[in-house]
C-alpha cells in the first residue's frame, strides 16, 4: 500500500505544477521575452514527453520488445493511427482503436 | 488510480485538483512505484511543458485581466479549449465575446472530465484489468501527439524521442522520459538551425 502522507504530498505537488505550467507566464506583472532558441526548444518538450510517455507502452511488455504479432496493443495502435490521419479525429481514433483492443482481446483471448 | 493501489479519497482528490489527463496519467506508476517526490513533479512539468507555451499565447488574450483572473483562467484551460480558443478567435487581441466563449468551453469541459473520472473512480472494480482498457489513455496520448506533428522537424524529433524512451527504458525513476525529452529537444534545435542555414533567405 501507498503511504497516506507521500501520495497525499506529491498529489497537491502535482496540483501546484499544474497551476504553475498552466499559468506560466500569465503570473508576472511585466511583460516577459523569452530567447528565440528556448521558444524553439519548448515547442518540441511537450512532444517529445508525449512519445516518452506513450512509446514504451506500446512496443516494451515487461521491459521486453514486442516479440509477437499477436498483441492486441499493435493493432488497436494501428486501426486508432488509420482511423486518425483519416477523420482527424481523437475521439474516434480512442473509440475504434479501444473497439479493435477488446475485440482481440475478450475474443481471442490475446 | 484505484486498481493502482491508492485509496479511494486520493483517488478523487488526484482527479479533482490534478485536472490534467497526461501528467496524471505519466505521474500515476511513479506514485505507484514511490520515486522520489522531485522525479514525479519534474515529469508531471514536464509533461505539462505545453501548457507553458499555451500560456504566453493566452497572455495576448488576457493579458489586461487582474493575475487572480488570469491563473484561473489558465488552471482551466486545457488542450481542446486552447486549440478551439485559438481556431475561434486566430486573431491574438482581447475581444468582447472572448470571456463567454472561454467560460463555455472550460465549464462543460470540467463538468465532462471530472464525471467522466468519478465514474471511472467507482467503476474501477467492476471492469477486469485482463481487457486493458487501461490502453485507452494512450491512444488518447497518441492522439494528441499526431495533432502536434506539424513537419518534418516535429516528426523526427517525435522518432527521436521514441527510440530514446524506449532505448534507455531500463533507467531507473522513469529517468527515460527525461533523456528523451532531452534528446528530441536538442535534435529539434539542430535541426531548426540546419534548416535555417539550408535556406539563408529565411534570415
Not at chain 1, 503511504?3 to 498529489?11: K, Q
Not at chain 2, 483562467?73 to 480558443?85: E, K, N, P
Amino acid at each position: 500500500m501507498i503511504p497516506a502522507w507521500y501520495a497525499t504530498v506529491g498529489i497537491a505537488g502535482l496540483a501546484v505544477v499544474t497551476v504553475i505550467t498552466r499559468g506560466f507566464f500569465l503570473f508576472s506583472e511585466r511583460e516577459l521575452e523569452l530567447p528565440a532558441w528556448a521558444v524553439q526548444g519548448l515547442r518540441y518538450a511537450p512532444l517529445a514527453a508525449l512519445v516518452a510517455v506513450i512509446a514504451p507502452e506500446i512496443v516494451l511488455t515487461n521491459g521486453a520488445l514486442l516479440s509477437t504479432w499477436q498483441d492486441a496493443r499493435i493493432w488497436a495502435v494501428l486501426v486508432g493511427t488509420a482511423y486518425f490521419w483519416w477523420r482527424r479525429g481523437i475521439l474516434g481514433m480512442i473509440v475504434t482503436g479501444t473497439a479493435v483492443l477488446l475485440a482481440l482481446k475478450i475474443g481471442l483471448g490475446w | 488510480m484505484v486498481k493502482s493501489g491508492l485509496s479511494l479519497p486520493l483517488s478523487i482528490l488526484m482527479t479533482m485538483v490534478v485536472f490534467a489527463g497526461s501528467a496524471q496519467l505519466a505521474a500515476l506508476p511513479l506514485i505507484v512505484a514511490g520515486a522520489p517526490l522531485w522525479v514525479l513533479w519534474a515529469t508531471a512539468f514536464c509533461v505539462n511543458l505545453r501548457f507553458v507555451i499555451y500560456s504566453a499565447h493566452w497572455r495576448r488574450y488576457f493579458g489586461h485581466l487582474p493575475r487572480a483572473q488570469r491563473l484561473l483562467l489558465g488552471y482551466l484551460a486545457v488542450d481542446l479549449s486552447y486549440v478551439l480558443f485559438a481556431r475561434r478567435f486566430p486573431d491574438a487581441k482581447p475581444q468582447l465575446e472572448q470571456l463567454p466563449y472561454f467560460w463555455g468551453s472550460a465549464a462543460w469541459n470540467w463538468l465532462s472530465w471530472q464525471g467522466a473520472s468519478l465514474l471511472g473512480i467507482v467503476l474501477a472494480d467492476r471492469v477486469p484489468t485482463e481487457w486493458g482498457l487501461g490502453f485507452a489513455g494512450v491512444l488518447a496520448l497518441l492522439g494528441i501527439t499526431y495533432s502536434l506533428l506539424s513537419d518534418k522537424k516535429t516528426w523526427i524529433a517525435a522518432g527521436v524521442a521514441a527510440f530514446v524512451a524506449v532505448a534507455t527504458f531500463a533507467l531507473p525513476l522513469k529517468l527515460n522520459i527525461v533523456t528523451a525529452i532531452a534528446a528530441a529537444v536538442a535534435a529539434g534545435l539542430l535541426l531548426e538551425r540546419s534548416f535555417r542555414d539550408a535556406a539563408p533567405e529565411g534570415r
